[in-house]
């Protein structure tokens, strides 16, 4: 792979639902492809990223902390949508280590930690890089049932 490439979203063996990979291993793998970081973004969680931290930096890789988070949809809370938060600084970090705590203290349905829009502020935001949850996020879901207007005006929020 080329060292221009790097893997923003992630899954680790905490991510307890759908992830498999190892930490050693999955940084070595990165390492050995010759990619200068990676971003572990675990599914609700951030159990691995004391561990993935020394991983990389031993390996020399610059670790990418981020969460997979699910926020609730308004119409179907047992639909919620995808979306991936990174973060960017230390005031970044502060805030997704709020939200993830926020969504199992008050968010939870069905078992599942959950985020309500409402609490993805541009304050509660700050210093972190979201992506879009593909065509599981909120866009892309639209984008796939064919509704170009519901997928811009949800853009617009951003």
């Avoid at 990223?49 to 981020?66: Q, S």
């Avoid at 995808?82 to 199992?104: H, P």
């Avoid at 879901?141 to 853009?155: C, D, H, T, V």
Wanted: proline letters at 5%; charged letters at 20%; one cysteine or more.
């Amino acid at each position: 792979m080329s060292a221009d490439f790097v893997h923003l979203h992630v899954h680790s063996e905490f991510s307890l639902v759908d992830g498999v990979a190892r930490i050693k291993p999955l940084v070595g793998a990165v390492a050995d492809a010759g990619m200068p970081a990676v971003a572990l973004t675990d599914q609700s969680n951030m159990f691995a990223l004391v561990r993935f931290y020394k991983a990389a930096m031993g390996a020399g890789l610059k670790p990418l902390c981020g969460v997979d988070l699910l926020v609730r949809n308004p119409e179907d809370s047992n639909q919620p949508f995808r979306l991936v938060l990174l973060v960017q600084s230390n005031t970044g970090y502060r805030r997704l280590t709020e939200l993830v705590s926020r969504s199992y203290r008050e968010g939870q349905h069905l078992g599942r930690p959950m985020v309500d829009p409402d609490w993805l502020t541009p304050e509660s935001c700050a210093g972190l890089i979201a992506l879009s949850g593909a065509r599981d996020g909120d866009v892309g879901r639209a984008l796939l049932a064919g509704n170009n207007a519901l997928a811009e005006a949800r853009l617009a929020l951003v």
